[in-house]
C-alpha cells in the first residue's frame, strides 16, 4: 500500500517532475538575483545571472553553496547573515545547526517557508502511512535544532494529533503512551531503545502499545538493518527514517517499499549528485556527493548546497510509484570519510553497509584499510557466532562485496574477542595504509 500526500506530483513521470523544478528554479532564482543580497553577491562574484539559466542542465553555471559560506556570512554579518530574502521583520521562526563540528549556524524562516518545511515533513509522514487518525508523540523537550519542529509542524498539517512530552521522565513518558493510546512516536533511534529499555525494567510491555511506526531524525539508525531490527523487536512498531539538513529542509520520503532506501523528494527538491574532488556530475549511479537546491523556501534558500553527503542511487523503480531517485541505504557516508583503494573511491560505511546486512547483531566486524606490495586494499575482520559456518559466510560477504564496491575485499575470520564491542556511531575503520 502506498500513501501519497498531493499522488500526482509524487507519481509524475521523471520529463514532468523536471519541467516543473525548472519553472520554480527560474522564480527562485530571478527573485533571489533582485532581492537576496547574499546569492546576489555570489552570482555577481562569478559573473552569472538567471538569465544564463535556460535549463536543468544549465544549473552547473551557478557556484555552489557550502555550510563555508553560510558561516562566513554570519561571521561577516551577524548574527544572521544575508541569505534573506525578506525584510527581517518577515521571519517568524530561528533554528540552529547543533554545531558538532563548529560554531553552529543560525537559520531563519518566513511563515511561507515554514509552512513549506512543514509540507515536506507531511509528505514524508504520509509516506510513512501516517494520517490525521494518528496520535504523534514527541518523549523529549525540543530546542533550537529544526528537525523534530518540522515533523510537529508536518503533523500539524497532517491533522494528526500531537503531544509534546518534554518535562517527563521517561517511565512518565513510558506511561503516558500506554495510556493514551499513541501511535507514532518521533524520536531517536537512541532514545526509542532507551524508552525500550525502561519499559522492560518497570514490566511494561511496548509491543502492548498501540504503536506501528516509530519516526527517526537526528541519527541515522532507522536505515542500519541491526539498528531497525531492535526498534522493531522492541516495540512491534516499524521504523522510518526522516532524513534532512537545516540547511537545505527535509528531503527525504522514507516509504513503505522501503527498509533501507530512501527518496529525494524531488517535488520539493532539485537533486544533483558530483564528484566530490572535482564537482563534475556523476554519469550513473554513484556513489557520490548529493548537492541540493529546495525549490520551496524562496526566504532563505539553499542553490546548489553540498551536502557532504555521500549517495548511491538505487537502478530499480521504486514499487511504491513514486518517480524521485531512490538513495539506496540513505546517506552512506561523508565526503571527508572517502578513502581510494586501486583507483576506487569508497566510503567504510558502504562497506559496512553491506557487512551489516549479512551478518547478526552479536557478529563484530571491523573493516581494515591497509598496504601490500606498495598496492592499497581492504579486507573485512568478522568475528562470526560460534554456530555460523566460517567459510560460507566469508564467500558471500566476498561475494556482496564486490557486486556492492566493484572492487575485491578480503574477508577474514578471527578469534572471538578480537574485535572491540562497540555501538553502531562508532568508527568501524582501521586505516593502516601507508603514507607516501
Ligand atoms: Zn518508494
Redesign the pocket.
Known sequence: M?FFWEREIETAERDKLRERQFSRIKELLSLVYEKNPFYRKKYTKAGVSPADINSLEDMAKLPFTTKGDFLEDQAKNPPYGTNLTEALSQYVRYHQTTGTTGKPLKWLDTKEGWLWRGKCAAMSLT?AGVTAKDTIFFPFAFGPHVAYWGIFEGAWQLGALAVAGGGWDTLQRVKFLLENEVTVVACTPTYALRMAEVAKENNLDLRKSKVRLTFHAGEPGALIPAVREKISSAWGARPFDYPGLTEVGAYG?H????EA?I?VNEAEFFFELVEPQTGKPVDGSGPGEMVLTNLGRLCSPAIRFRTGDIVRLAEEK?????N?V?LEGGVIGRVDEMITIRGMNVFPSQVAAVVERYIGVEEAYQIVAYTERGMDNLKVLLEPTPERDPSAIVNMLKLKLRETLELRVEVEIVAPGTIARSDYKAKKLVDLRDRR
Open positions: 502506498s509516506a520520503i516509504c513503505t517499499a522501503q532506501a527518496h521504486c514499487p511504491c510509484g513514486r524521485f531512490l
